[in-house]
């Protein structure tokens, strides 16, 4: 079955920006979606579609995707931001599933 | 404004059918293109996607689930129901069920609902 590898974990000051990566063989080629989790809460989707985002959702949070990496960018990271962060993708092949990453831990210090 | 609920058991004993339903408003499951997931995660772990029904009553399932998982909806009442066999202690977890548009985006997701599996 398809794979999602993101770090487990990313910290970044206040103001600065966090770049969290989800890799896959040739995630390129699919639509990544982002999903942040805060603690005791259902997730929230931040970006869909690679790069676009749900109303609601600031212009700091944006996406792309390429090659064998999809990168999620918080820029101005604010302490609201500390959170959980999953990537997702559907998995077409023989297997026609929903897959989510790992996911990463985000830190502001 | 869409939203759904989880309602369940919050314990089940070790092989027993675990049944919980999602009651959703703010859309139609009849409507094209729309969707209702169901998705868990273990206490301090990472999200695990389990099973998605559309409004056509096409369904998916996880490959490693699905055997033990059956999904289906009744458009009337506005509610999904999700059930999975056999549980086992390995199966608590917080079950969420969530709103996909377009396919395959979980939009709006449920509080969520915790299932501890013990006899």
């Known amino acids: 079955s398809y794979v999602l590898t993101q770090p487990p974990s990313v910290s970044v000051a206040p103001g600065q920006t966090a770049r969290i990566t989800c890799g896959g063989n040739?995630?390129?080629?699919?639509?990544v979606h982002w999903y942040q989790q805060k603690p005791g809460q259902a997730p929230v989707l931040v970006v869909y579609d690679d790069s676009d985002r749900p109303s609601g959702i600031p212009e700091r949070f944006s996406g792309s995707n390429s090659g064998n990496t999809a990168t999620l960018t918080i820029s101005r990271v604010e302490a609201g931001d500390e959170a959980d962060y999953y990537c997702q993708v559907w998995d077409s092949s023989s297997d026609h599933q929903s897959v989510f990453g790992t996911g990463t831990k985000v830190t502001v210090l | 404004q869409i939203t759904l609920k989880e309602s369940g058991p919050t314990l089940v004993k070790p092989t027993q059918t675990l049944t919980l339903t999602c009651t959703f408003s703010?859309?139609?499951?009849?409507?094209?293109?729309?969707?209702v997931g169901w998705i868990r995660q273990p206490p301090g772990k990472a999200l695990e996607w389990l099973a998605l029904?559309?409004?056509?009553?096409?369904?998916r399932y996880s490959p490693s689930l699905k055997s033990r998982l059956t999904i289906t909806k009744d458009t009337s009442k506005n509610q999904v129901v999700l059930t999975m066999t056999n549980m086992d202690p390995v199966d608590t977890a917080t079950y969420y069920c969530?709103?996909?548009?377009?396919?395959?985006?979980?939009?709006?997701w449920g509080q969520g609902t915790l299932v501890t599996v013990s006899s």
């Open positions: 029904i559309y409004w056509d009553d096409d369904k």
């Open positions: 703010g859309f139609s499951l009849s409507t094209s293109g729309v969707g």
């Open positions: 040739n995630i390129g080629s699919k639509s």
């Open positions: 969530a709103h996909s548009s377009p396919h395959p985006v979980l939009r709006v």
